[in-house]
């Protein structure tokens, strides 16, 4: 059975402060972690149900019963697999393609989604604020579903990186010219805002395009969810870049 070390830890792992302290988060379920063993990342140790024990075989693992899983689970109904893995060091920007960037973005299940969005569409590198909601949130790990393998996130003075590219940066506002009419580049970021307050003036001042999403009915809907605007954005990124 699981060694208590191994279950008070990942129970420590629940908080931002213990996963920057130890530079490890958890993932859970077969699918994600398997995503993460694809991707060549090593575990530190995977936790599983009798029945997927042999399915890791040659990783470091031990048997977990469903009581133990479910007292450091992060999810109400816990589903057989539990894996632990080092944050990467320093991930590096692409900066040939396009770069997404987050302004503040702090609902973890929008965090996770966005992250899906960028595997989807072959963005390779996400750049947030130090104001973001941490990636490695369990909350946000569950909404990426696996994506997290393939998308390297990085965090850091947002003005400044913006600041220090040389790529065009776009950015999507209320009051943004219409983004289908728009002559794309191959390559830039795109910032998208915080849920409640958009872009801050600070990252604004950066910005070198304002662009938004038109709205087709005479009704007057406040605004798309940040993730719905950045699945759309992205669309027609790709589409055109």
């Not at 302290?21 to 398997?34: I, M, T």
């Not at 400044?160 to 590219?165: D, R, V």
């Not at 910032?191 to 005479?218: C, F, H, L, W």
């Amino acid at each position: 059975m699981a060694g208590k070390k191994w279950l008070k830890l990942i129970k420590s792992l629940h908080q931002k402060k213990y996963r920057n302290e130890h530079r490890l988060f958890f993932v859970e379920g077969k699918k994600s972690v398997d995503a993460l063993l694809e991707s060549g990342r090593p575990p530190i140790k995977i936790l599983s149900y009798a029945g997927f024990v042999h399915h890791f075989d040659g990783f470091p693992s031990e048997e977990i019963t469903p009581r133990e899983l479910k007292a450091i689970s992060a999810l109400k109904n816990p589903n057989g697999v539990l894996g632990v893995f080092k944050m990467p060091e320093g991930p590096e920007i692409n900066e040939l393609d396009w770069i997404l960037a987050l302004d503040d973005v702090r609902d973890p299940g929008n965090l996770g989604t966005i992250i899906r969005l960028c595997d989807w569409f072959g963005i390779n590198s996400l750049v947030c604020s130090m104001n973001t909601v941490d990636c490695y949130n369990p909350k946000v790990l569950q909404a990426t579903m696996g994506s997290i393998a393939r998308v390297n996130v990085v965090y850091d003075d947002l003005p400044h990186f913006l600041e220090s590219t040389s790529l065009p940066v776009f950015g999507a506002f209320m009051d943004g010219s219409n983004v289908y009419g728009e002559n794309i580049p191959k390559s830039g970021v795109l910032v998208m805002g915080n849920e409640a307050n958009g872009i801050s003036p600070d990252v604004e001042r950066s910005i070198a395009k304002k662009i938004a999403i038109p709205q087709y009915t005479n009704e007057t809907a406040e605004s798309l969810n940040v993730a719905m605007a950045t699945g759309i954005l992205l669309s027609e990124v790709r589409r055109k870049g």
